[in-house]
């Protein structure tokens, strides 16, 4: 079964706006992981943070866990046309096997 | 550094027919992944190699689909006989061997094989 359900499905904001994108999940983790998928293309991973960290920031994205509620939020700020893709959260169990959600479709309007 | 590559990256085949898909991760990396995303939905686990060992194949469907990676270094993955609802891309993605240095966690994914199953 889906182990990670980000949220919304589909967010359209104008460029300079911030976008956040919600993660809910299910089991115990190791740590959280945020990937980007531009159409036609392979997944490339933005930013990772585990399970005993609260907030990390990479550049515009910042992302925040909340393993007492099984959530997690990526702020993408100042956002620009070319952030428009498909985010996916991915959770990491103790076995290694990364799991993925269905993802969030981004649409930044120039 | 060559990065993952995937072939072919789209194939179209008839429902009964066999298709087979190839990997070859980034040099050096033991764990290899096979995912699947049909229709905009979640990308599905299939499976996980630590070098040549099926260390994880919880996710495979069911006995039509077939991976392998002898010696270690690429992967195939054959679908034989294809269903209709086998459609969907198929994403192959390594990283170094879990507990080492370079192993950061990030998976690095290839651009996919889109299969169309008629």
């Known amino acids: 079964s889906q182990q990670g359900e980000e949220d919304p499905q589909a967010l359209s904001i104008q460029e300079g706006e911030n976008a956040t994108m919600n993660c809910s999940y299910k089991?115990?983790?190791?740590?959280l992981q945020w990937y980007r998928q531009n159409s036609g293309r392979g997944l490339v991973h933005l930013i990772l943070i585990r399970s005993n960290e609260r907030e990390k920031h990479s550049g515009r994205l910042r992302v925040t866990l909340d393993t007492s509620k099984k959530s997690s939020s990526l702020l993408i700020t100042a956002s620009r046309a070319a952030d428009t893709a498909s985010y996916f959260c991915a959770t990491v169990t103790g076995g290694f096997k990364t799991i993925f959600g269905a993802g969030t479709r981004l649409f930044v309007k120039a | 550094e060559a990065g993952v590559t995937q072939f072919p990256s789209h194939s179209v085949i008839e429902k009964g027919q066999t298709v087979t898909l190839r990997c070859d991760p980034i040099s050096g990396h033991d764990n290899l992944y096979w995912y699947r995303r049909v229709m905009g939905k979640e990308i599905k686990f299939l499976l996980h190699?630590?070098?040549?060992?099926?260390?994880?194949e919880s996710g495979m469907p069911n006995n039509r689909f077939l991976a392998e990676r002898t010696g270690g270094t690429y992967s195939t993955l054959k679908v034989q006989p294809a269903e209709l609802e086998d459609s969907g891309v198929y994403f192959c993605a390594s990283s170094p061997y879990a507990g080492t240095a370079q192993n950061t966690g990030e998976l690095f994914f290839g651009e996919g094989s889109r299969l169309t199953v008629l």
């Open positions: 190699f630590v070098k040549e060992s099926k260390q994880d």
């Open positions: 089991t115990s983790i190791n740590n």
